[in-house]
């Protein structure tokens, strides 16, 4: 249990810009144990997100309090996993080889499908989110941790189906290029199940399977396309993953509730 808790922190600090004790310490091997954790850093995101939606809410308009809410999500996480996308998006967007592919995404500069990718995501999750807080705000403050411990089990699910594909030599986070055991994805699982449960108290069972059938789709469809094209998974597209079915989740949620 101790050793549990450590990793959480490992997860935590990877995550997010949240100092962590000191007493907790590193070693490479925790790095990719504590994948399992990923979703829990999540709820504790989407928790930050649901707060200052909430107190944005009361302050200023419905807009204002999303957008304040995604700048702090994204301040937390030092826009970890936007950049992920963005990078993601740049290497493949274009009809380019594998290796080029990489090349691309390792380039720090920021190219024509980064930016239309991450604006279009950004902007479709700022609509969503106003739209839901519009015609429910309690559900729409349950969603946001569920929709974050989601959207990171969904990474935890990649890192189970599919090798590294990238360079392993060169890669950003060496200890985490190596897949997840059955363990570990399913604690992993076992946290996006208590999002679910503490989700359920506030939106309707319906709007939570369409949100759920949605963020499985979007992982199932980026771990074929990650096949594909790369031949795994990167970092960087964990990242993307990441966005897109947090993004999947709010769309579904927002079309199921609005057919209610």
Not at 57 to 64: D, M, S
Not at 82 to 111: Q, W, Y
Not at 220 to 239: C, H, V
Request: glycine share 10%.
């Amino acid at each position: 249990m101790w050793h549990e808790l450590r990793l959480f922190f490992v997860a935590l600090q990877f995550l997010t810009r949240v100092p962590v004790p000191q007493w907790v310490g590193f070693k490479p091997e925790w790095l990719n144990d504590s994948a399992r954790h990923f979703p829990a850093v999540g709820l504790c995101v989407g928790a930050l997100a649901a707060g200052v939606l909430w107190l944005g809410a009361h302050a200023w308009t419905a807009l204002i309090a999303v957008l304040l809410s995604m700048a702090a999500t994204i301040w937390l996480t030092g826009a970890f996993h936007e950049d992920g996308l963005a990078d993601t998006c740049d290497g493949l967007g274009g009809a380019v080889t594998r290796e080029k592919a990489l090349a691309i995404m390792k380039d720090s500069r920021l190219g024509t499908y980064g930016t239309v990718g991450l604006l279009l995501v950004l902007a479709l999750k700022a609509a969503a989110l106003h739209s839901l807080v519009v015609r429910d705000l309690a559900a729409t403050l349950a969603l946001l941790p569920l929709a974050h411990a989601w959207s990171r089990s969904a990474t935890v699910l990649l890192l189970r189906l599919l090798p590294y594909g990238g360079d392993a030599e060169h890669a950003k986070a060496k200890p985490l290029a190596q897949q997840v055991d059955g363990f570990g994805l399913a604690l992993a699982l076992m946290w996006a199940g208590i999002a679910a449960v503490a989700a359920a108290l506030f939106v309707e069972l319906e709007v939570l399977l369409w949100a759920a059938l949605a963020a499985a789709g979007v992982t199932l469809w980026m771990a074929r396309w990650l096949r594909l094209r790369l031949g795994g998974y990167t970092g960087d597209a964990l990242g993307a993953t990441q966005q897109f079915s947090e993004l999947a989740v709010y769309l579904a949620a927002l079309a199921a509730m609005a057919r209610g």
